[in-house]
């Protein structure tokens, strides 16, 4: 029964900051790096950030690096999507994913969130 849950989408205004939250509960955590994926209607799926588990290893898309800030809390089993100077284009349901190791890839990440929406519009 592993779960995977993202909190903290909603609409905002061009250049507005938001924190995305992903708790991640049924798994050794400390074991676990998360990954953040976005999905724009009508576009593929697309890699955000990355952290692995211990947090030494951190990547990101090119168009979010310098905004976008993902972290750790493993006190608390959960990741952080600091989300700075947003953009329309950042508009896409966000997704959150947990995996034993670390990829910037979707596909080698076992358990997935149902996702939140981020809408930037003014």
């Known amino acids: 029964q592993v779960q995977v849950e993202e909190s903290g989408g909603g609409l905002v205004q061009p250049g507005t900051s938001l924190t995305l939250s992903c708790a991640v509960s049924g798994v050794a955590f400390t074991m676990y790096g998360v990954g953040w994926f976005r999905q724009a209607q009508g576009k593929e799926r697309e890699f955000v950030a990355a952290?692995?588990?211990?947090?030494?290893?951190?990547d990101y898309e090119n168009s979010v690096k310098g905004r976008f800030t993902i972290s750790r809390d493993n006190a608390k089993s959960t990741v952080y999507l600091q989300m700075n100077g947003l953009k329309p284009e950042d508009t896409a349901v966000y997704y959150c994913?947990?995996?034993?190791?670390?990829?910037?890839?979707?596909?080698?990440?076992?358990?997935w969130g149902q996702g939140t929406q981020l809408t930037v519009s003014s």
């Open positions: 952290i692995s588990p211990n947090g030494d290893l951190i």
């Open positions: 994913a947990a995996m034993h190791g670390f990829s910037t890839s979707a596909r080698p990440y076992d358990y």
